[in-house]
């Protein structure tokens, strides 16, 4: 079975600072991984994918995350945080359940300073 | 352009009161649909998925079920609520015959049960 484990609820940063939320993930097959943004009052939107091409992978809105299979990481980094990028992030994993389904983290909620 | 439509958005009800959050999607057809629950400070667990017209498969064992009684449509009901029914319930679709790797999500429902 696969899970995703995301490190910090909350992460605060103040505007223009890097921006870094942590993803680790388990499965037993190769991982599709995935980026997922939820902005206040609205559904969630695909930031970003890994599918085993390159495993640097850039997103929308200046996002990128890099898979690291030697850790089962893909953390979410942006080298400088806008007020817009306040929301909630989660990652998910492709499982290898029937139906590949997604699993998804707990969630990171980014809060940005000004 | 594929849309995705899901309401009420917000929805206050006692316990033990019946439940029917209704989901459209609409410029695709025959697409996999899915119900996820986000319960305060909890990541998203998938209740329902359905990859056609009267198909429906249960993640968890739970007071809800769901109902496609239609290609494009999507219903999750309750006969009787529990307060830990509570939470932000998101419909979410697929392009069919693919490994389900990008969803797209509705704007959700917060459901209070009092």
């Known amino acids: 079975a696969q899970s995703v484990t995301q490190l910090g609820s909350h992460v605060s940063v103040s505007e223009g600072a890097l921006v870094l939320l942590r993803c680790n993930y388990s499965?037993?097959?190769?991982?599709?991984l995935f980026w997922y943004v939820q902005y206040p009052n609205q559904g969630l939107q695909l930031l970003l994918k890994?599918?085993?091409?390159?495993?640097l992978v850039k997103g929308i809105n200046g996002f990128e995350a890099e898979f690291k299979k030697s850790e089962t990481s893909f953390h979410l980094t942006k080298p400088s945080a806008h007020m817009s990028d306040a929301a909630e992030y989660f990652c998910?994993?492709?499982?290898?359940?029937?139906?590949?389904?997604?699993?998804f983290g707990g969630g990171t909620r980014l809060m940005v300073k000004p | 352009s594929q849309t995705i439509h899901q309401w009420p958005a917000t929805l206050v009800q006692p316990v033990g009161s019946p439940l029917s959050l209704e989901c459209t999607v609409e410029g695709t057809s025959n697409p996999n649909l899915y119900w996820y629950r986000q319960a305060a400070g909890r990541g998203l667990q998938l209740l329902f998925y359905?990859?056609?017209?009267?198909?429906i498969s249960s993640e968890v064992p739970q007071n809800l079920s769901a109902s496609r009684p239609q290609d494009r449509q999507f219903i999750l009901s309750s006969k009787k609520l529990l307060l830990s029914d509570s939470g932000f319930y998101l419909c979410?679709?697929?392009?069919?015959?693919?490994?389900?790797?990008?969803?797209?999500f509705g704007s959700g429902t917060q459901l209070s049960v009092l």
């Open positions: 499965s037993s097959v190769p991982p599709y």
């Open positions: 979410a679709w697929s392009q069919s015959g693919t490994t389900n790797e990008k969803l797209f």
């Open positions: 359905s990859v056609g017209i009267g198909q």
């Open positions: 890994y599918t085993s091409a390159a495993t």
């Open positions: 998910a994993v492709r499982g290898d359940n029937a139906g590949n389904m997604l699993t």
